[in-house]
């Protein structure tokens, strides 16, 4: 059975593929290696994780303006994640979104943080504010 979040469109898009998801909020800066994806911030939960086309779920963005121009460069290299979900968007975080071209929500109702668990299989509709959990993933 699919489950429907809805929330507020920030960049339009849609796209599908697996959540990464933390409780814990996202530094850009710092935070992950732009050529490769992988997850750099010392001392976080993703650490050592690679974000490439992973739909990122996080409460909100943390950090220095630096951020924006980071993630556009990790999406210019192809390594940045497919869609960004939050539940209140951080504005260093929209920037690099809008500039790469990646599809970001907020305001997701239920509580996305607590409705989606890493590896599960989501359709993000940025553009008309609703994502879809399509496949649970397996315990």
């Not at 935070?31 to 490769?36: L, M, P, R, S």
């Not at 779920?57 to 192809?78: I, R």
């Not at 809008?98 to 943080?113: A, Y």
Request: charged content about 20%; proline content about 5%; overall charge negative.
């Amino acid at each position: 059975m699919e489950t429907i979040l809805k929330g507020r469109t920030i960049v339009k898009g849609v796209i599908e593929g697996e959540a990464l998801v933390s409780e814990k909020p996202v530094c850009f800066v710092g935070g992950i290696d732009t050529q490769t994806g992988d997850f750099i911030e010392h001392d976080h939960p993703l650490t050592g994780v690679n974000l490439k086309g992973k739909i990122m779920v996080y409460p909100t963005g943390k950090g220095s303006t630096g951020g924006a121009y980071v993630l556009y460069e990790a999406s210019c290299n192809g390594v940045a994640p497919a869609a960004i979900i939050n539940n209140k968007i951080e504005q260093i975080t929209v920037v690099g979104a809008i500039l790469g071209e990646i599809p970001m929500m907020d305001t997701v109702q239920p509580d996305p943080v607590a409705a989606i668990k890493t590896g599960d299989w989501l359709r993000v509709n940025a553009t008309n504010g609703v994502i879809t959990i399509l496949k649970r993933k397996e315990a």
